[in-house]
């Protein structure tokens, strides 16, 4: 992936968010000068991998698997001491967009359409890590709903669905209905050790190519371009 592109999806989700009167942490609009000059103090940040995130899964089709996130706050799994008990990020996808079909083995998460287009969630129970044909059970602000295994589920604007552990799930906007910011409320989130792919076995951190120079630093990069 190239630096340029990273760049370019940035600064768009950046203005999709101001569009939409959402408001990052401070450290979500410095320049890597600026990460620079905070550097002693970061330390928190790094560890929680705070700040912008993109990835095309290593699939190099970005317009269609992948989009931008950033995370807001979180926590460390194995020492409670950091950050909080919980996490919350966004996801900012451009339309035609998803993610792959993916669970997770601890976190429970709600996954809330924050502004812009339709968001559509397809819901898979699994066995041994392998999707199965049966119904799944799932709650949606706080009421239950059942739904056949890839059936296409819409959350409209405000609205979220509950994932529980084990639940495999692929969203994004609904095709024809915009870019969409997408919020997850979660336990703590840690993507290196609780992603499970079950359509595909992509990576979660893409290589980048400097082709121009850094517009913000991905929260996986500090420890080489900030310290």
């Known amino acids: 992936m190239k630096r340029s592109l990273v760049n370019e999806s940035i600064r768009y989700a950046k203005e999709l968010l101001e569009k939409n009167n959402f408001k990052l942490p401070e450290f979500g609009y410095w320049s890597l000068e600026e990460w620079k000059k905070h550097k002693d103090e970061i330390d928190v940040i790094e560890k929680l991998m705070l700040g912008w995130d993109m990835t095309d899964h290593g699939l190099g ?5 992948g989009c931008v996130l950033f995370t807001i706050r979180n926590g460390l799994l194995d020492d409670p001491e950091v950050g909080v008990p919980y996490a919350e990020k966004l996801l900012i996808f451009k339309d035609g967009q998803r993610l792959p079909i993916h669970y997770h083995g601890f976190k429970t998460e709600d996954i809330i359409n924050r502004g812009g287009g339709v968001m559509f969630i397809k819901l898979y129970n699994t066995v041994d890590g392998k999707a199965v044909d049966t119904p799944v059970e799932i709650y949606q602000d706080g009421i239950k709903h059942v739904y056949q295994p890839g059936e296409e589920v819409l959350i409209y ?51 980048i190519e400097e082709d121009e120079p850094i517009l913000h630093p991905l929260c996986n990069e500090y420890g080489r371009l900030v310290k």
């Not at 969203?171 to 915009?178: A, H, T």
């Open 61 to 65: 089709r970005f317009d269609e698997i």
């Open 157 to 207: 604007p405000g609205n979220s669905i509950s994932i529980t552990p084990g639940i495999a799930h692929t969203f994004g906007p609904k095709p024809g209905s915009g870019d969409l910011i997408c919020g997850e409320v979660s336990k703590i989130n840690d993507d290196n050790i609780d992603n499970y792919h079950i359509e595909l076995q992509p990576q979660q951190y893409a290589e």
